[in-house]
């Protein structure tokens, strides 16, 4: 069987404004300077904590807690006013589903969040598993959210792909012994997705489906 595991922000949907606009709404409040989402596109990755933690001054670093509490509380109101998925993402997780290829989803992002996103951006599709950021499990690049994803599987042998924008998802597929897929589309771009050891690079969601089962969407 084959299983595509596809992180969330920069891979399935564009979530960069939002995620800015919640941290900066609690800069703000605390009267921290603000960021451009260009900067946003090197702070995220790595889970809200760390999102927070790289958006305070050097200064203020002991208020991450706080700030990321601001954060979550403007982000649960806000975080599909300006998030959509990539064009063409929905047709490949269709194709992909009819050709027998389970999904799931494997992100930073606090699993809430998470959960709530994917019902809304892909209702009807199957997933495995959507798991995010929840404590005590470790965030990616640690493999657990892998391991958690294939003990829900029928058991036998799986050809297994991380499909993602970042270093920390082709770090992640990795360190869980999985092809990486790295997304050009998202927040960290081509460069650091070869840097980072991606055993294929997709331009276009379509290149996805190519590269899993070696097929393209038929119209």
Same mark, same amino acid.
């Given at each position: 069987?084959?299983?595509? *595991?596809?992180?969330?922000?920069?891979?399935?949907?564009?979530?960069?404004?939002?995620?800015?606009?919640?941290?900066?709404?609690?800069?703000?409040?605390?009267?921290?300077?603000?960021?451009?989402?260009?900067?946003?596109?090197?702070?995220?990755?790595?889970?809200?904590?760390?999102?927070?933690?790289?958006?305070?001054?050097?200064?203020? $670093?002991?208020?991450?807690?706080?700030?990321?509490?601001?954060?979550?509380?403007?982000?649960?109101?806000?975080?599909?006013? $300006?998030?959509?998925?990539?064009?063409?993402?929905?047709?490949?997780?269709?194709?992909?589903?009819?050709?027998?290829?389970?999904?799931?989803?494997?992100?930073? $992002?606090?699993?809430?969040?998470?959960?709530?996103?994917?019902?809304?951006?892909?209702?009807?599709?199957?997933?495995?598993? *959507?798991?995010?950021?929840?404590?005590?499990?470790?965030?990616?690049?640690?493999?657990?959210?892998?391991?958690?994803?294939?003990?829900?599987?029928?058991?036998?042998? *799986?050809?297994?792909?991380?499909?993602?924008?970042?270093?920390?998802?082709?770090?992640?597929?990795?360190?869980?012994?999985?092809?990486?897929?790295?997304?050009?589309?998202?927040?960290?771009?081509?460069?650091?997705?070869?840097?980072?050891?991606?055993?294929?690079?997709?331009?276009?969601?379509?290149?996805?489906?190519?590269?899993?089962?070696?097929?393209?969407?038929?119209?």
């Amino acid at each position: 069987m084959k299983l595509a *595991v596809f992180d969330l922000d920069g891979t399935i949907a564009d979530t960069l404004c939002d995620l800015a606009d919640a941290v900066n709404a609690g800069l703000r409040e605390m009267g921290n300077p603000e960021h451009s989402y260009e900067e946003y596109r090197y702070m995220v990755g790595n889970g809200a904590a760390k999102l927070c933690y790289r958006a305070l001054p050097d200064d203020m $670093k002991g208020e991450q807690e706080h700030l990321r509490e601001l954060f979550s509380r403007y982000y649960g109101e806000h975080f599909l006013d $300006k998030t959509r998925l990539y064009d063409g993402m929905a047709e490949v997780m269709r194709e992909l589903s009819e050709r027998g290829v389970l999904l799931a989803v494997a992100t930073n $992002k606090p699993q809430d969040f998470a959960q709530q996103m994917i019902a809304e951006l892909l209702p009807g599709t199957d997933f495995v598993k *959507v798991l995010g950021g929840c404590p005590p499990r470790p965030i990616k690049p640690d493999p657990a959210i892998i391991r958690e994803i294939t003990a829900a599987l029928p058991e036998g042998e *799986v050809s297994a792909y991380m499909i993602g924008d970042s270093n920390v998802d082709m770090e992640t597929a990795y360190n869980a012994g999985m092809t990486g897929i790295g997304c050009a589309w998202g927040f960290r771009g081509r460069e650091e997705l070869e840097r980072a050891g991606a055993d294929f690079i997709a331009e276009k969601p379509e290149d996805i489906l190519a590269f899993i089962t070696d097929t393209t969407i038929m119209n």
